[in-house]
């Protein structure tokens, strides 16, 4: 994981969401994208060089039994959503901006142009969390309650 930063928070569930945003990369974001985490002050990141999230569908990704793969589920990022609502966690998504800035700074790689997916801890804003990692933090999508079941 890229970054300074360090913070108390239950290992288990934060390797789940690790290993839940990355499988939801190798799936969507290509077979040449590179992936990394970056730790962020106050949460962390998971961001790619893949095509990213279509704006219009940023809402949606979150809720239970969505999904764009021909063979996908729809649960990962549904039981990424859970899990962080479930500690008191906030998870957005939104654009990468290209790469990570300031304290977070992933050396010269260009990774983050394409999914930014963020994880807030505490009450700390999301978008301040996101800024380093995220284009625009106004046009992240953030989840703050339980997605949507499957109807």
């Known amino acids: ?44 990141a998971v961001i790619d060089d893949g095509p990213g999230v279509p704006p219009a569908e940023r809402d949606r990704v979150f809720d239970r039994g969505y999904t764009t793969a021909d063979e996908g589920t729809g649960i990962g990022l549904a039981s990424v959503a859970a899990l962080a609502e479930s500690h008191g966690w906030t998870v957005g998504v939104g654009a990468g901006r290209g790469a990570a800035e300031g304290e ?18 505490g009450d700390r804003p999301i978008e301040a969390v996101a800024s380093p990692v995220v284009a625009d933090a106004d046009a992240l999508v953030a989840v703050s309650e339980s997605p949507a079941a499957e109807s």
Request: proline share 0%.
């Open 1 to 44: 994981m890229a970054g300074d930063e360090s913070y108390a928070a239950d290992r288990t569930a934060v390797r789940s969401v690790l290993e839940n945003l990355f499988r939801n990369a190798a799936v969507h974001a290509g077979s040449d994208a590179t992936v990394a985490a970056v730790a962020l002050d106050g949460g962390f």
């Open 104 to 121: 977070a700074c992933l050396s010269d790689t260009t990774v983050g142009d394409g999914a930014a997916f963020v994880v807030a801890f």
